[in-house]
């Protein structure tokens, strides 16, 4: 009996590795249909009684704003360039904030964010840390820069059904996204965070400061994102 079930469970580990390696490799190549995320709010959505929105539009890297990849790297993983997957200074960094300070913030970088909003459920248990962990090793082993880019700004959530860089700028400034500018790109990056609370259409104090950060950010990567280069590490939070 012992022995089923412990190969019952070998094949199970056998058959997850598989499965999540060739996910990974075949999400290298086509669009990311649909996401755990997206389906959760679709159900949020009905059992709440609203209008069932699922706002997207996958375009290739090459259609979305050099201004906004450059953003969302100033703002939510500036040594995205040059890790990993994992920023162990960010991490050792925010360990020592949360301990003085009410609001923690965590240190996850965009191939950690991407590896969530593909593959996994919005969770803290450390479950779903595990697996991000792995997720992101798998990523960062088959993906380049730019691909975990490209998927990462056409999965992201980007308001109250709103998913990606073409939805979003189409919904908050009624252009494509590869014609967003610096502002309007740093605008977008700003309510990354929190983008069902954050509203552009009338930003709270914090939100205009912070995009007036983010701006400033870019400025000190010389405003161009280079993907052929490592960049130096830039300052903090």
Not at 41 to 60: D, E, S
Not at 93 to 112: F, L, M, P, V, W
């Amino acid at each position: 009996m012992l022995k089923k079930i412990g190969r019952f469970i070998f094949r199970l580990f056998v058959g997850f590795i598989l499965l999540s390696v060739l996910s990974v490799i075949l999400f290298r190549f086509i669009p990311v249909p649909v996401t755990p995320l997206m389906l959760i709010r679709c159900a949020q959505q009905t059992a709440n009684g609203k209008p069932l929105i699922m706002y997207k539009n996958w375009q290739p890297i090459t259609k979305i704003s050099p201004h906004l990849q450059l953003a969302v790297v100033a703002s939510e993983d500036q040594n995205f360039l040059n890790h990993m997957g994992f920023d162990v200074k960010a991490i050792q960094e925010d360990i020592e904030y949360n301990k003085t300070h009410k609001i923690k913030r965590g240190a996850s970088t965009i191939s950690q964010q991407t590896a969530k909003n593909v593959f996994l459920w919005p969770s803290r248990s450390f479950v779903r840390k595990g697996f991000e962990v792995y997720f992101t090793f798998l990523i960062e082993l088959f993906w380049s820069k730019e691909r975990i880019m490209e998927v990462y700004l056409n999965v992201i959530e980007m308001g109250d059904g709103v998913y990606g860089a073409e939805a979003a700028s189409e919904y908050y400034f009624k252009r494509h996204a590869k014609d967003l500018s610096p502002y309007q790109a740093a605008s977008i990056a700003s309510i990354i965070p929190d983008p069902v609370k954050w509203k552009l259409s009338n930003p709270p104090g914090f939100v205009v400061t912070r995009q007036h950060w983010i701006i400033q950010q870019m400025a000190n990567f010389g405003g161009v994102l280079n993907y052929n280069q490592k960049e130096p590490a830039k300052s903090g939070k």
